[in-house]
C-alpha cells in the first residue's frame, strides 16, 4: 500500500497492533471530521462524506469507550447525539478537548469541560511538560473497574454513592467504570492500563457482548488456557478474581458476593483483598480501595530517607559530603552542588539509624523495601544489589554451588557467571547456544543440548554431582527461552536441580501477561501449582512406565513431565537499571526456592557478605525502591506502551522501500531456527500480512523473540556494525545505542522511549538511506564495486562461529562427560613460568591441524560478540582460531597482539593432570 492511499482511506482494524493505538488514531480521527465538519457548516458546503466517516468512526469507538471512565460512556452517546442533531460547532468544540485530554493525560488531573459554554483552558501544558514539583503535588488518578450487570438506574445508584464517598483528605481520586461480564472485566484489565481495583459484583453475566475483534483478541488468550465458557453461574464471581489475578498480579479485587462466608473460604479467589457481604456499604468499599492503591504507592525506603535529609544532624562519622558540607564550604567544586542541587547531599549518609536501615542486615524499611519488591516480582524474597547484576550472579552463584558441583552454563553468558564459577570452584559444562553465523551473534542453548548434557551426566554416574543449570533469558539479542518447559523437562531428568535465570534484561517482564509466563518467577510460582496436582502425578507415572528401557534418543524427542515430588528452585537476577527505573547498578535478585530456608539462607548470607560494600549506594536503594513502586502502578501501562513503540519501529522500516534498500529489521524467522518456532509464525508484523498473533508464539515456541529488541542489519549500507554506531549513529546524529555484530545493530526501548525519539530514529535511517542513494547515483564504476564488495564482505563472508571446544583432559574428571574445573586452570595461570604466548599465525594453525593440543591460560573475549570465545583451560581448536583471526573488531580482550595467545605450558597441565 503506497503512503498516499493510506492518508486518504482510514486503516483497518488489522493496521494496528493494540487497542490502545486504535483508540487513540480514531480519536483523532474523529477530531478532524468533527472540525471537518463545523467547517463545512460555516462555509455553507455539503459534508455527506464527514458525516458518514464520523458516523463510522462513533460505530468503532463505541465498544472501546466502555472500558474507560473518560470520557465515559454517556458523555460519548451525548456526542453522538450532537452529530445526529447535526450540532456540528460545539461537537467539535468538545471532540477537540477529549483527543486533546486523551494525549496530554489532562484527565488524570482536572475534570475535562465538554460543553462549549464552559471555558476549559486550552492552553494546560501537557502533562509531562509539568514542574516534577507541580506533579508531585497532584492526587494520582486511577480507575475502578465494577464487575455488574446492572440497569441505568442501578448504575447511576452505584455510580454516584462512590463518588458521594470522596474526601478531601483523600490521597488518590478514582473514577468507576462500570461493565456487566466477566469477560468485560478481563477485556477491560488487559486493555484499560488505568485500572488499579476491580470490584467484583454479586450481578455480574459471564460474557460478553462486545464483538470487535482487537479487543476478543484478549479473550482469546485466556480462553485458550481456561475453560471460561463451563464456568457455574455461582462461580462468576469468584473465578472472575482468581483470573484477574493470572492475568494482572498487581491489581486489587473486590469481592462483593450473597455466598456464605464458609462457601467462600475454600475458593481459590486470587489476590481478592476482602469480601464484601453488604452491597450497599460503599464507604468501606472507598476506604479499602485507597489503602489497596496507598500499600503499593508506599516506598519504605524512599520515604525514610526523605524524612532523613530533613532532620538537622550534626555528622560525626564518615562522608564529608554528607549534608553537602565539603561542597558548599568549597572555592573550587561549587559546580558540583549547582548542578545536583542540595537534596542528593541531604539524603546523602554513612548512618543506619535515624530511621534508615542497613542493606547488610536489613530490619527496617530496606527489609520492608525488600519484601513489597518480593510481593511486586513475585518472589519469595527479594535482595537489592547496588553493585548491577554482575554482583547479584556472582552471590547466587556462591550461595548454591559448592566446590565440585556440577553447573551447566549456556556458554555466551555474562562474563560474571564465569567468574563466579572459578570462585566457587564449579565443574562447568558449557553448552553450545545455536548459532547465526550469517550475523556473528549466538541465539541461545536448545532444549535438547540441555537434556542432552544432563542425560550424558546421569549415564555417566554423575548426576547427584549436578546442581543447577544456568541461563540468560532474555539474552541480549532479544531470544526468550521457553522457561516452563526448561524447567519442567530439567526436573524430569534431576527433581532437586537449582536454576538460575540471568534476566539482566527482563526485569519488566513481569508486568505484561504475555512476558510474564517466560519469566523465572512466573513459571516458579506455576510450577508450584501444577507439580502437586493429580495430572502431574499420573502423567508423571504413566510417562515413568512408557520410558522405562527407552533409550536417550527417545528421552530427548519425548515432552518430559516432572515428578510431582520435584523441588521448585528458582533464581533470578535483574538489572532493575537497565529496563526499569533505578539508578545505574540497582538490581535485584529474586528467590523462589523451597529449600531456601533450610538449605542455602545461611550460605547466600555469607555470599551476600562477600560481594556487597558495607557502605552501599543509598539512592541507589531508594531508586529500587520507587523504581518497584512505578511496576506496581504503572508498569502494564508502561511495558504495553514500550512493546507498541517498538512495533511501530518494526513496521515503519517494513513499510519503507527506501529504507528496505540498505537495512532490515531481523525477525523471528531470522533469529530463531524453523525448528524452534512451532507456531511457524515468522515476523511479528509484514506488509502483506499484518500483525501476527503474539500469544500464539509465545505460549508455544521453545524460542520467541523479545519484540522491543530491535535488530537491523546494516551490512547492506558496506558499514560495519561498530563502524555504524560509531562513526555514523553517534557522532552524527548523537544516537546511541551498545550493541552491534559484525553486520547488525541493535536498537533497544526501554520503559522511556518516546514516540518522538522513534520518530527521530525513522528520519535518520532515511537521511541515512537517501545519502547513500546519492553516493551511489554518482559514483563511479569502480567506487560502486568498491561498496559493493564491502557490502557482500559483510553480509556474505562472515566468519563461521566456533563451537565450546572442551576442557583440557588436565582439568576433566574423565572424558566421557563435559565438565571442567575451571578454577584450577584460572589460577594455574597466576605464575607466569606456567603460561607461554604464541603468535596467531600460520605456523599456529598449522600446529592445531596437526593435532597438538594447546590450552588457553586466560578468557578471550572479543568485542562484539563479547562473550569468552576462550576460557581457562579451554582447548584451542582451529575453528576458534580462524574465528579470531577473521574478526576485525579492535576489542579482544584477555588478547594480546603483540605476543600471541596465553596458553599453558606441556609441564603447567602435566602438574595438574587429575
Ligand atoms: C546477561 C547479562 N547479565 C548480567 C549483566 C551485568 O549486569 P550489570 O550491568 O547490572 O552488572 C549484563 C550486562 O550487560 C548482561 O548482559
Not at 10 to 33: G, H, K, V
Not at 98 to 118: C, F, K, M, N, V
Not at 338 to 352: P, R
Not at 761 to 788: H, P, Q, W
Amino acid at each position: 500500500m503506497n503512503l498516499h492511499s493510506r492518508k486518504k482511506t482510514l486503516p483497518s482494524i488489522r493496521d494496528y497492533y493494540s487497542a490502545t493505538q486504535l483508540r487513540a488514531d480514531r480519536w483523532s480521527a474523529l477530531r478532524e471530521a468533527a472540525e471537518g465538519l463545523a467547517r463545512h457548516r460555516k462555509e455553507g458546503r455539503k459534508s455527506e462524506k464527514l458525516l458518514k466517516t464520523a458516523e463510522h468512526l462513533f460505530e468503532v469507538l463505541a465498544p472501546i469507550e466502555q472500558y474507560w471512565a473518560f470520557p465515559g460512556i454517556h458523555a460519548f452517546e451525548h456526542l453522538r447525539r450532537l452529530l445526529q442533531h447535526g450540532n456540528a460547532d460545539d461537537l467539535s468544540v468538545s471532540i477537540r478537548r477529549i483527543a486533546r485530554a486523551l494525549t496530554s493525560g489532562a484527565y488524570r488531573r482536572r475534570s475535562i469541560p465538554l460543553s462549549s459554554e464552559e471555558i476549559d483552558n486550552e492552553d494546560y501544558e501537557d502533562e509531562a511538560s509539568l514542574a516534577p514539583e507541580a506533579r508531585a503535588l497532584g492526587r494520582p488518578y486511577f480507575e475502578v473497574l465494577i464487575v455488574d450487570d446492572v440497569t441505568e438506574s442501578q448504575e447511576r445508584f452505584l455510580r454516584q454513592n462512590l463518588l458521594r464517598m470522596r474526601r478531601v483528605e483523600d490521597q488518590f481520586i478514582y473514577e468507576p467504570v462500570i461493565v456487566p461480564s466477566l469477560e468485560d472485566a478481563l477485556i477491560g484489565i488487559l486493555f484499560n492500563y488505568n485500572v488499579q481495583a476491580v470490584v467484583v459484583r454479586p450481578g455480574l453475566s459471564l460474557k460478553s457482548k462486545i464483538d470487535l475483534p482487537i479487543l476478543s483478541q484478549y479473550l482469546t488468550r485466556v480462553s485458550e488456557e481456561e475453560a471460561v465458557d463451563a464456568i457455574e453461574p455461582h462461580e462468576y464471581g469468584p473465578e472472575a478474581c482468581r483470573l484477574i489475578e493470572k492475568i494482572r498480579p498487581e491489581l486489587d479485587a473486590y469481592l462483593v458476593t450473597d455466598r456464605s462466608a464458609e462457601d467462600i473460604a475454600g475458593l481459590d479467589l486470587g489476590r481478592c483483598r476482602r469480601v464484601f457481604y453488604n452491597q450497599e456499604d460503599f464507604q468501606e468499599l472507598h476506604l479499602n480501595i485507597l489503602r489497596g492503591v496507598d500499600r503499593r504507592y508506599k516506598s519504605p525506603f524512599f520515604t525514610a530517607l526523605k524524612e532523613y535529609s530533613k532532620q538537622p544532624t550534626g555528622v560525626f562519622h564518615a562522608m564529608p559530603i554528607s549534608r553537602g558540607k565539603s561542597i558548599s564550604r568549597s572555592h573550587w567544586i561549587q559546580d558540583m552542588g549547582a548542578f545536583y542541587g542540595s537534596n542528593i547531599f541531604l539524603a546523602e549518609t554513612s548512618a543506619t539509624s535515624g530511621g534508615l536501615d542497613s542493606l547488610l542486615e536489613p530490619r527496617g524499611p530496606i527489609k520492608e523495601a525488600q519484601d513489597m519488591a518480593a510481593r511486586a516480582f513475585g518472589a519469595k524474597h527479594t535482595f537489592f544489589a547496588t553493585n548491577g547484576t554482575s554482583t547479584c550472579n556472582k552471590i547466587v552463584v556462591q550461595s548454591v554451588v559448592r566446590p565440585g558441583d556440577i553447573v551447566l552454563v549456556d556458554r555466551d553468558c555474562h562474563k560474571s557467571h564465569h567468574y563466579g564459577m572459578v570462585l566457587a570452584g564449579a565443574s562447568v559444562a558449557y553448552m553450545d547456544s545455536y548459532p547465526l553465523h550469517e550475523h556473528s551473534m549466538y541465539g541461545a542453548v536448545p532444549l535438547r543440548e540441555i537434556k542432552h548434557t544432563l542425560l550424558q551426566l546421569k549415564a555417566a554416574g554423575k548426576l547427584d554431582r549436578v546442581r543447577m543449570v544456568l541461563l540468560t533469558n532474555c539474552t541480549f539479542d532479544g531470544i526468550v527461552y521457553n522457561v516452563r518447559r526448561v524447567m519442567e523437562e530439567c526436573l524430569a531428568i534431576k527433581k532437586d536441580l537449582i536454576f538460575l535465570w540471568d534476566e539482566a534484561w527482563f526485569a519488566f517482564a513481569r508486568f505484561d501477561p504475555t512476558y510474564r509466563q517466560r519469566t523465572a518467577m512466573g513459571v516458579a510460582n506455576t510450577l508450584r501449582g501444577t507439580l502437586r496436582s493429580e495430572e502431574t502425578a499420573e502423567a508423571w507415572k504413566a510417562q515413568q512406565e512408557a520410558l522405562k528401557d527407552a533409550d536417550e534418543e527417545t528421552w530427548l524427542n519425548t515432552r518430559l513431565v516432572p515428578p510431582p515430588d520435584a523441588r521448585v528452585r528458582v533464581y533470578a537476577t535483574q538489572s532493575t537499571h537497565k529496563t526499569l527505573t533505578s539508578l545505574r547498578q540497582g538490581s535485584m535478585i529474586h528467590v523462589n526456592d523451597q529449600d531456601f530456608k533450610g538449605e542455602v539462607e545461611q550460605a547466600f548470607h555469607e555470599a551476600y557478605m562477600t560481594h556487597t560494600s558495607t557502605s552501599p549506594n543509598y539512592q541507589i536503594i531508594a531508586s529500587l525502591d520507587v523504581g518497584r513502586r512505578q511496576v506496581e502502578l504503572e508498569g502494564f501501562e508502561f511495558v504495553q506502551k514500550q512493546i507498541e513503540t517498538a512495533m511501530s519501529i518494526r513496521r515503519a522500516i517494513s513499510d519503507n522501500p527506501l529504507l528496505n534498500k540498505y537495512f532490515r529489521v531481523l525477525t523471528a524467522g531470522d533469529m530463531i531456527p524453523e525448528a524452534f518456532r512451532e507456531s511457524g509464525v515468522e515476523a511479528y508484523y509484514d506488509p502483506d500480512h499484518g500483525w501476527a498473533d503474539t500469544w500464539n508464539m509465545w505460549s508455544q515456541d521453545e524460542f520467541v523473540l523479545d519484540p522491543t529488541r530491535v535488530t537491523l542489519a546494516v551490512g547492506g549500507t558496506g558499514w560495519d556494525g561498530d563502524t555504524f554506531k560509531t562513526k555514523i549513529l553517534m557522532d552524527k546524529y548523537g544516537i546511541q545505542i551498545n550493541k552491534t555484530s559484525r553486520n547488525t545493530v541493535l536498537f533497544m526501548t526501554n520503559i522511556g522511549t518516546t514516540r518522538s525519539s522513534v520518530a527521530y530514529l525513522i528520519e535518520v535511517l532515511v537521511e541515512i538511506a537517501n545519502d547513500l542513494d546519492d553516493l551511489l547515483d554518482d559514483a563511479s564504476k569502480m567506487e560502486r564495486r568498491s561498496f559493493e564488495n564491502r557490502v557482500s564482505a559483510l553480509v556474505e563472508h562472515v566468519p563461521p562461529l566456533p563451537d565450546f571446544s572442551r576442557f583440557h583432559d588436565a582439568f576433566r574428571a574423565g572424558s566421557d562427560t563435559p565438565e571442567g574445573d575451571i578454577r584450577t586452570a584460572f589460577f594455574l595461570a597466576y605464575n607466569e613460568d606456567n603460561c607461554d604466548y604464541i603468535p596467531t599465525d600460520d605456523s599456529l594453525m598449522e600446529r592445531l591441524e596437526a593435532g597438538e593440543e594447546l590450552v588457553s591460560s586466560s578468557f578471550i573475549i572479543p568485542y562484539p560478540p563479547g562473550f569468552p570465545i576462550l576460557v581457562p583451560g579451554q582447548v584451542i581448536s582451529p575453528e576458534i582460531l580462524s574465528f579470531m583471526r577473521a574478526l576485525d573488531v579492535s576489542e579482544i580482550h584477555g588478547y594480546r597482539a603483540d605476543l600471541g595467545l596465553r596458553v599453558f605450558t606441556k609441564e603447567a597441565l602435566k602438574s595438574v593432570q587429575k
